[in-house]
């Protein structure tokens, strides 16, 4: 290869050096390096107005009922009156049975048959005496010796006055030699005859409407209907009072108001 040769095989690689540093110039212009080329930024979303939540009233639990308290009993106030109570039935079917009553007791009915002295002696002497007086609930009345008894309530729920049953007169267990008192009041609706009729162990005095109806001073086993005694009683309230005597054994009386049939008198409640 001479001289001339050479130069121009120099000349052409040159000229193909220049070229290709071109070539990579302009393809770096175009194409600039992923580490200087930021991304351009998304829009950013439109921001949707939010509506602001319902305020939802905050419920409040209803309040437990107040408990019903318990009836209470009907105090029992001294003078104050219980009723109106319907006459009752049984013995198979008997009408006219009284079963609610004042009661006081036992007073003592010292001696020996027939001479018990109870039976006549007047323990309510001191409060108007057994034809004047008239009872009222709680009324006290006083023994002598110091002691004292009231006239309470009582009502069985059979037909007959068990006095061992009557728990505030605290008798005991084949208690001998004693009396007791009952009172009511027959409330009619018109003047009217009726027939009282009693059964009783032992014996008894009754007074209506102050009047001593009977006494019986009798020792015996109770019977339904030993006495009939015939009354007219007046419209509105009639005192009934009753002595009951007890000697030994069992200790109990029946009363019933009925019409001559033997049948309930209509018209005719009771109160205690």
């Known amino acids: 290869m001479n ?3 050479f130069r121009t095989m120099m000349l052409v690689l040159c000229l193909a050096a220049l070229c290709a540093v071109i070539a990579g110039c302009q393809e770096e212009a175009a194409s600039p390096k992923a580490k200087d080329v930021k991304a351009a ?5 439109a921001k949707v107005a939010e509506k602001p939540a319902a305020t939802k009233a905050v419920e409040k639990p209803a309040p437990a009922p107040a408990p019903v308290p318990a009836p209470k009993p009907a105090a029992t106030v001294a003078g104050s009156t219980l009723g109106p109570f319907k006459l009752a039935k049984n013995w198979a079917e008997e009408q ?8 006081a007791g036992p007073f003592p009915n010292p001696g020996e048959r027939p001479d018990n002295t109870g039976f006549g002696t007047d323990y309510l002497k001191n409060y108007g005496g ?10 006290e009345i006083k023994i002598d ?6 006239f ?8 007959d006055i068990i006095f061992g049953d009557v728990a505030h007169l605290k008798i005991e267990s084949n208690q001998e030699k004693i009396l007791v008192y009952c009172a009511c009041w ?5 003047d009217k005859d009726v027939e009282v009729r009693v059964g009783s162990d032992d014996g008894y005095k009754l007074w209506i409407n102050h009047q001593l109806i009977s006494e019986q001073h009798v020792y015996r086993a109770m019977e339904m209907d030993q006495e009939t005694h015939k009354v007219k009683l007046n419209k509105g309230k009639n005192l009934l009072l009753i002595k009951v005597d007890q000697d030994t054994g069992e200790y109990q009386f029946m009363l019933r108001v009925v019409g001559a049939d033997g049948k309930e008198a209509p018209g005719i409640t009771v109160w205690n």
């Open 130 to 139: 057994e034809a004047a007086f008239t009872p009222a609930n709680g009324m």
């Open 3 to 5: 001289k001339s040769q």
């Open 152 to 159: 309470l309530p009582y009502a069985t729920t059979g037909t």
């Open 145 to 150: 010796g110091g002691s004292a008894v009231k």
């Open 96 to 103: 006219g049975f009284v079963v609610n009553w004042l009661i």
């Open 41 to 45: 930024p998304a829009p950013a979303p």
């Open 186 to 190: 027959l409330d009619s609706d018109a």
